[in-house]
């Protein structure tokens, strides 16, 4: 084993016990397994990732410590449609009940919640990225 000789399994489950990221968890338990004595080639086959993957992950504990290696890297994309301060205020709007907003509905939907952006935010959005936002910030 010659990766993570500075990192302590110790460490890895401190992080774990830390963490409910589920990407973040997957890092930790793969790099756990490693510590433990299986190769890269068994957790590659038993977790579907490739062996190019794991090794980077585990250059990433190795150089930026185990909490900026959990974080993933900023990937360049298509800007948010919505503005931080804008997503705060969906979150706080989530915890309100939609009566509040003059709908007829004690719950949100994936389609009323579609509805309120539109309304409030101008922003359209498909059904397929409101239940992936729903997921995330709930």
Same mark, same amino acid.
């Not at 585990?58 to 990937?75: H, P, Q, S, V």
């Given at each position: 084993m010659d990766k993570l000789d500075g990192?302590?399994?110790?460490?890895?489950? @401190?992080?774990?016990? !830390?963490?409910?990221?589920?990407?973040?968890?997957?890092?930790?338990?793969?790099?756990?397994?490693?510590?433990? !004595?299986?190769?890269?080639? @068994?957790?590659?086959?038993?977790? !579907?990732?490739?062996?190019?993957?794991?090794?980077?992950?585990?250059? @990433?504990?190795?150089?930026? !410590?185990?909490?900026?290696?959990?974080?993933?890297?900023?990937?360049?994309?298509?800007? @948010?449609?919505?503005?931080?301060?804008?997503?705060d205020a969906l979150i706080e709007d989530l915890a309100s009940s939609p009566t509040e907003f003059d709908y007829d509905a004690r719950e949100w939907t994936p389609e009323l919640l579609q509805a309120h952006i539109r309304r409030i935010y101008g922003v359209e959005y498909s059904i397929g990225h409101i239940r992936r936002l729903l997921r995330e910030e709930l």
């Open positions: 990192i302590s399994a110790c460490d890895l489950r @401190r992080a774990l016990d !830390g963490t409910r990221d589920h990407k973040a968890v997957r890092r930790l338990m793969i790099a756990l397994a490693y510590k433990d !004595g299986d190769s890269v080639d @068994r957790l590659s086959t038993l977790y !579907g990732i490739p062996k190019s993957t794991i090794y980077y992950w585990f250059d @990433r504990f190795e150089k930026r !410590g185990i909490e900026e290696a959990l974080e993933d890297e900023a990937r360049p994309g298509r800007p @948010r449609k919505l503005a931080d301060r804008e997503r």
